[in-house]
């Protein structure tokens, strides 16, 4: 086979591989543009108090402001008292939140800071630092597995 024969024949094969690598790039950049409307979606569940944040959050794992809420939760054996201690968390919070002055509407530039086939890291302005929220794929279903405040 003559040179531009050949040329031809490995630029055919390389288009396909590099048109999955562009589709899967933008899969990823779409997928984490997801996980900042999901972190933010979940934040505001929680800070408000609402139900539907406990179906977003990974129990299991949670860390939240360097607390081991994950630890804590996997002590609990009772299936009413794990909805419970749900339930009490997600009020606390939002009392917490709103009494320290907490405003959800003052969080501001929401983006991913990393993002990897593991989870997605996205960060969000304060005036007290920056809050920043981890969201892995559980399962099929996002979850929210750290919330922290960087200073």
């Given at each position: 086979?003559?040179?531009?024969?050949?040329?031809?024949?490995?630029?055919?094969?390389?288009?396909?591989?590099?048109?999955?690598?562009?589709?899967?790039?933008?899969?990823?950049?779409?997928?984490?543009?997801?996980?900042t409307t999901f972190a933010k979606n979940a934040f505001s569940s929680l800070a408000k108090g609402e139900a539907?944040?406990?179906?977003?959050?990974?129990?299991?794992?949670?860390?939240?402001?360097?607390?081991?809420?994950?630890?804590?939760?996997?002590?609990?054996?009772?299936?009413?008292?794990?909805?419970?201690?749900?339930?009490?968390?997600?009020?606390?919070?939002?009392?917490?939140?709103?009494?320290s002055g907490g405003n959800i509407n003052a969080l501001a530039n929401w983006r991913v800071v990393h993002h990897?086939?593991?989870?997605?890291?996205?960060?969000?302005?304060?005036?007290?630092?920056?809050?920043?929220?981890?969201?892995?794929?559980?399962?099929?279903?996002?979850?929210?597995?750290?919330?922290?405040?960087?200073?």
């Open positions: 086979m003559k040179l531009p024969g050949l040329l031809l024949v490995l630029l055919a094969a390389a288009v396909p591989l590099l048109t999955q690598c562009e589709k899967s790039t933008h899969d990823m950049s779409r997928h984490a543009a997801g996980d539907a944040a406990a179906a977003m959050l990974d129990w299991n794992t949670l860390t939240i402001f360097g607390r081991n809420l994950g630890a804590e939760y996997a002590e609990i054996t009772s299936e009413v008292e794990k909805e419970k201690y749900r339930t009490t968390f997600i009020s606390n919070f939002a009392t917490s939140f709103r009494e990897d086939t593991m989870k997605t890291e996205v960060a969000a302005d304060s005036a007290n630092g920056v809050l920043t929220i981890v969201v892995m794929n559980k399962d099929g279903v996002d979850k929210v597995v750290s919330l922290n405040l960087v200073k």
